[in-house]
């Protein structure tokens, strides 16, 4: 018997804190049939706007209009074919909108959507919105930022813990709607199975949750609960941006005949980037060249004045690292040749060896989604500001609940009860924050 897999999801966006309007939007379309099933799957998207008169807000809204009528109507031979001519055509819609008015000129907007479909999950994705996969303990980012910082991190000219130094965080190098031939990456088909989280959001969430904290929250609350809880903790953090979220919770789903891509990833202990520096070579070229070029340069300033064997003396030194930096830099290709063609196993075992970032392989990044006593000592402290912020001003909240709440999170979480002690937490902030968000946005 064909069998639709069981999704339950939730969908929430937020003006947040700092902003006067909502860029950000979302759209979600569930099969009805299982012909629409077998054919396109489940569809999730979240689009990040951007550009200034409120035209963010429209290229977003053009996003999510545009691309699940494209993505249910067009013909194709596969999920991701049809993912990138919905993506396209959106990209399309949001151009011609712009060339319609002067104003609309320097409108754009992220695009991250996640399709489940009978074949797996397929990711289709332009800018920095992101979309994760919860699994066993462990969160997995499936896109790759197109970000200024995540590029110079690739390249290896920065590293995660000096980029926010060099780069500012807010670039991103892809987004729909300035570009008619913007590159739009299509990953997967990624494996999924009965309790697969998966996430897609805006970077207004990541700017202030941590990977590990959405993957404990996602993996651990049901989906309601689950994307009240990251849209709170993200305001109460400062709330600087847009926020939006959404999370699908895969409760029965079909057997996946057909082949998919997972590959193992590395965890890493933190949900940082980081990069693997080749042993060796690179400071090695660096200082033969700079020693190159101070010997030559003084050898030749000496010849010139009619010294010549202080000259020989540093012109030779020179020579020397000359063809050693020669050796250096022609070793190191071969070696990449080496391992590209004549030895194909020894690429793959490297490969999986390296950091998604260097690897260029999703999943980009990897991180524990495990409860974290801290992260509990965190929600305790929030709880309690806010509890405290209410009787100071005067907010209208129930504190006999809130005090009930208190102690039994406290119980739970001296019993070990992790996921039970979080979700009484998430109850209590989420209480006080509507209180908050009345009095504020007044």
């Not at 049939?33 to 054919?39: A, G, I, L, P």
């Not at 397929?122 to 699994?135: E, I």
């Not at 029965?252 to 070579?281: C, E, H, N, Q």
């Not at 075992?349 to 990044?365: D, H, N, Q």
């Amino acid at each position: 018997m064909n069998t639709q897999p069981l999704v339950q999801y939730a969908s929430r966006t937020d003006v947040g804190m700092r902003r006067a309007a909502n860029q950000d939007s979302l759209a979600v379309r569930l099969c009805k049939e299982y012909t629409e099933w077998e054919q396109c799957g489940h569809l999730f998207a979240v689009a990040d706007g951007m550009g200034g008169h409120s035209v963010g807000d429209l290229a977003s809204r053009i996003t999510v209009e545009t691309l699940p009528l494209a993505y249910f109507k067009i013909d194709a031979n596969s999920i991701g074919e049809r993912l990138l001519g919905a993506i396209t055509a959106a990209n399309r819609a949001i151009s011609d909108k712009a060339r319609e008015n002067p104003e609309f000129a320097d409108m754009g907007t992220t695009c991250s959507v996640l399709a489940l479909s009978p074949y797996g999950a397929f990711v289709g994705h332009v800018g920095d919105s992101r979309v994760y996969r919860v699994r066993n303990s462990e969160i997995q980012q499936l896109t790759f930022d197109h970000s200024l910082q995540w590029e110079m991190i690739r390249q290896g000219r920065a590293t995660a813990e000096t980029v926010d130094l060099l780069h500012p965080r807010n670039v991103i190098t892809r987004c729909l709607g300035p570009d008619q031939n913007v590159q739009i990456d299509i990953e997967g088909p990624f494996h999924v199975q009965k309790g697969d989280r998966f996430v897609i959001c805006s970077d207004g969430l990541t700017n202030h949750v941590s990977d590990a904290e959405i993957g404990a929250i996602a993996g651990n609350l049901p989906p309601t609960e689950a994307s009240r809880l990251l849209i709170d903790l993200t305001n109460y953090r400062g709330g600087s941006d847009n926020v939006t979220v959404v999370v699908a919770n895969v409760e029965d789903f079909p057997a996946i005949t057909s082949p998919v891509v997972d590959a193992p990833a590395p965890v890493l202990p933190t949900a940082a980037v980081t990069t693997k520096k080749k042993p060796g070579k690179p400071w090695a070229s660096r200082i033969s060249l700079y020693l190159f070029l101070i010997f030559g340069t003084f050898g030749l300033v000496l010849l010139a004045l009619g010294k010549i064997s202080e000259g020989l003396f540093l012109i030779c030194p020179a020579l020397i690292l000359g063809f050693v930096r020669f050796i250096v830099l022609t070793s190191g290709r071969d070696n990449e040749s080496e391992l590209s063609e004549s030895n194909p196993s020894k690429t793959e075992k490297e490969t999986a060896e390296m950091p998604p970032m260097l690897a260029l392989k999703s999943p980009y990044r990897v991180a524990s989604a495990e409860i974290r006593r801290e992260f509990l000592d965190f929600l305790s402290a929030a709880q309690s500001e806010l509890t405290q912020a209410a009787k100071e001003n005067g907010w209208e909240v129930d504190f006999e609940m809130l005090s009930k709440l208190n102690i039994a999170a406290a119980n739970e979480q001296k019993q070990e009860h992790t996921a039970q002690c979080m979700a009484k937490r998430a109850k209590a902030i989420d209480s006080l924050m509507k209180e908050l968000y009345n009095k504020t946005r007044r």
